[in-house]
């Protein structure tokens, strides 16, 4: 007995160091190809116009939806197959690699009509070489997949951060010779061929000439569910996209993309920061009500008191920030920015609330709420583009509002955690930023503006950061107290 408890310790040991070696390497992907991609961004930002940007930005989602298709949602559901074995594999690997082929051939035959309804001839080169990715994917999907199930995050690392840096070094070298959008494409296209070369090689699998019909449709049944999901999603994200293309000009998409694109860079990386640090706390007393509201509201205040200065600070300082980091081509896309800012300040609250409805078991609501935001987003496009593009703008900001309040109501009943209160918990701290904000958006007019913009920014970064904090230590907000707590914990 005593032989069992420490065999059960060992094994216990063992995959406690497996899952903190797994975790510590998939932060070192996610973080430095975060932050690679971004400087690459950046630099091509520079040496690029807008409207190259914005001709990528047009033919994103048919690549999106088209990889969503290719997935099928057989690469969950092998890893949640715990006996899957090589038929398993290789029925997916040829499943995926004859639906790619058949994608390819249809944006390829579809490019022209794509073409036409975005009024640019360009665009059909364009389709016709970046939809080769799809091929290229296809064949390293299964070999992913097995490297994910065995948490070997380390390999990918090792095998991504060389493709990425090629591919960025290419990419750049492209476009400083004036090679001009096909930069953009050779990026994507080159990353995708070196990393299928490498996940063959260090997956250490080949697939075999076999196809089980009754594997299909185990893990058809299992994933055409998240595949519709992640279409649907995937559709109605590049939305604005399609219609900005469309009813616009590719400068303005160039101006949109990337505005959104930097406000959801700070608001992205604390929600996922946050999330992995305060799922499983939640999910701990999942069964307590009363227990649940009280750490969601600590969340809360936490979540917004660390993303919205940020995001404040970077609206007021929106033109020096632009001018330094992009040059002052992208100046245009400042009021796209500081639009964006105020839909982005509420979204870890939509988040979250979905959250709850994911851990009082009801993805019914999960789904009929998603399904709500993209009628409304649908609506709300289509309603707001005869007001120009500030109208769509505006439509945007207003129904991610609604959506979250919407979410907060819904979530809320389910822990009696009304709107009314999360409202009154983090109500001070918008208030203290807003106030804040206006301060320094007034010193930036009237003063910060003579500095040079690196100066600018870090002159009112500072001022900022220790006026905000000055306030929320002298009035003793109760987030400090969450904070001070969390950190111990």
């Known amino acids: 007995m005593a032989i069992g408890r420490k065999t059960l310790g060992l094994v216990a040991n063992s995959l406690r160091e497996s899952g903190k070696s797994g975790m510590i390497w998939s932060f070192l992907i996610q973080g430095g190809t975060q932050a690679i991609n971004f400087v690459v961004t950046v630099i091509l930002a520079r040496l690029l116009m807008p409207e190259q940007f914005g001709l990528i930005g047009m033919i994103a989602i048919f690549i999106a939806i088209s990889r969503a298709l290719i997935d099928g949602g057989f690469v969950s559901s092998l890893i949640r197959t715990k006996d899957a074995d090589n038929v398993d594999y290789s029925t997916v690997f040829f499943v995926n690699l004859i639906s790619s082929v058949f994608l390819y051939g249809l944006l390829f035959i579809t490019a022209p009509l794509i073409s036409e309804?975005?009024?640019?001839e360009i665009l059909i080169k364009l389709i016709r070489v970046l939809g080769l990715i799809l091929i290229i994917n296809a064949f390293s999907l299964v070999q992913s997949t097995k490297l994910n199930k065995a948490l070997q995050f380390k390999t990918q690392f090792k095998l991504q951060?060389?493709?990425l840096i090629i591919s960025a070094l290419i990419s750049i070298w492209m476009a400083y010779n004036n090679y001009g959008v096909w930069s953009l494409v050779a990026k994507d296209i080159i990353y995708a061929f070196l990393a299928t070369l490498q996940l063959w090689w260090y997956a250490n699998w080949i697939p075999s000439f076999v196809f089980d019909r009754e594997k299909f449709k185990y893990h058809f049944n299992f994933g055409y569910k998240l595949s519709l999901t992640q279409i649907i999603n995937t559709s109605f994200n590049n939305l604005?996209?399609?219609?900005?293309?469309?009813?616009?000009?590719?400068?303005?998409?160039?101006y949109f993309t990337r505005a959104r694109s930097l406000e959801q860079l700070p608001t992205l990386f604390f929600y996922n920061a946050f999330n992995r640090v305060f799922?499983?706390?939640?999910?701990?007393?999942?069964?307590?009500?009363q227990q649940l509201k009280r750490v969601y509201s600590q969340l809360m205040r936490v979540v917004i008191f660390v993303v919205t200065p940020i995001l404040i600070y970077l609206g007021v300082v929106a033109e020096p920030f632009f001018r330094w980091l992009l040059t002052e081509k992208w100046l245009p896309a400042v009021p796209y920015f500081q639009l964006l800012i105020i839909s982005g300040i509420f979204y870890?609250?939509?988040?979250?609330?979905?959250?709850?409805?994911?851990?009082?078991?009801?993805?019914?609501?999960?789904?009929?709420?998603?399904?709500?935001?993209?009628?409304?987003?649908?609506?709300g496009a289509f309603s707001a583009i005869w007001f120009g593009i500030y109208g769509l703008l505006y439509s945007l900001i207003v129904i991610n509002i609604l959506i979250t309040f919407i979410n907060a109501y819904f979530s809320g009943?389910?822990?009696?955690?009304?709107?009314?209160?999360?409202?009154?918990?983090?109500?001070?701290?918008?208030?203290?930023?807003?106030?804040?904000?206006?301060?320094?958006?007034?010193?930036?007019?009237?003063?910060?503006?003579?500095?040079?913009d690196l100066l600018n920014l870090i002159v009112s970064v500072i001022g900022f950061l220790v006026i905000y904090l000055f306030i929320a230590f002298a009035i003793r907000m109760k987030v400090i107290n969450d904070l001070m707590s969390y950190r111990r914990k």
């Open 117 to 120: 309804f975005y009024q640019e």
């Open 161 to 163: 951060l060389p493709s």
């Open 240 to 254: 604005y996209n399609v219609v900005i293309g469309k009813y616009f000009s590719a400068a303005q998409l160039g």
């Open 279 to 289: 799922y499983p706390l939640l999910a701990k007393v999942n069964d307590d009500d």
């Open 348 to 379: 870890p609250i939509h988040q979250y609330n979905l959250n709850i409805c994911k851990l009082k078991g009801r993805s019914d609501m999960v789904l009929k709420l998603s399904m709500l935001q993209n009628i409304m987003l649908l609506v």
């Open 413 to 452: 009943k389910l822990i009696g955690y009304n709107l009314k209160n999360q409202l009154k918990d983090i109500l001070p701290i918008l208030l203290l930023n807003v106030l804040i904000g206006i301060i320094f958006y007034f010193l930036q007019i009237r003063w910060l503006y003579k500095f040079p």
